[in-house]
């Protein structure tokens, strides 16, 4: 019977060094998960930083384009054919593109049906309307 007792024992013995090495790898995993997520913590909070400042960028870009068409729509009605020789080349082709929008507007008008008449003056107001708000804000 000594036999069964030193087998029982040495079991007892290799499932508690058993259990202990599960709990050190355990409190090893819950570690390294802490430091990780601290990590990944980290990097969200820089990526999101990024991301605002890269938006702020994107508008900021934005509101410089509606300044810079604001400037041309005004320069264009103030000056219209008395325009320098630098600028020649960009009046003529605001001309031209003003006539091919007044031709296709024109071409469409003929063309539409009378339901998409209606949606096509709200949309043609929508833009307008912004154009001239900022005219106005201008002369302001």
Not at 67 to 82: F, I, R, S
Not at 103 to 113: G, W
Not at 114 to 121: I, S, T
Request: proline share 3%; glycine share 4%; hydrophobic share 40%.
């Amino acid at each position: 019977m000594p036999n069964f007792e030193e087998l029982k024992r040495k079991v007892q013995s290799v499932a508690y060094a058993a259990t202990e090495k599960a709990q050190e790898a355990a409190v090893t995993a819950s570690e390294k998960t802490s430091i990780l997520m601290g990590k990944a913590s980290e990097k969200a909070a820089a990526l999101k930083g990024y991301a605002e400042d890269k938006a702020a960028l994107l508008a900021e870009k934005r509101s410089l384009t509606k300044n810079y068409q604001a400037l041309g729509e005004w320069y264009y009605a103030q000056y219209g054919e008395e325009t320098p020789e630098g600028a020649a080349e960009v009046v003529a082709a605001i001309r031209a593109s003003l006539e091919k929008i007044e031709a296709l507007n024109a071409k469409l008008e003929k063309e539409k049906p009378e339901e998409a008449a209606e949606a096509a003056e709200e949309t043609t107001e929508a833009v307008e309307e912004p154009a001239a708000e900022s005219k106005t804000d201008e002369e302001a």
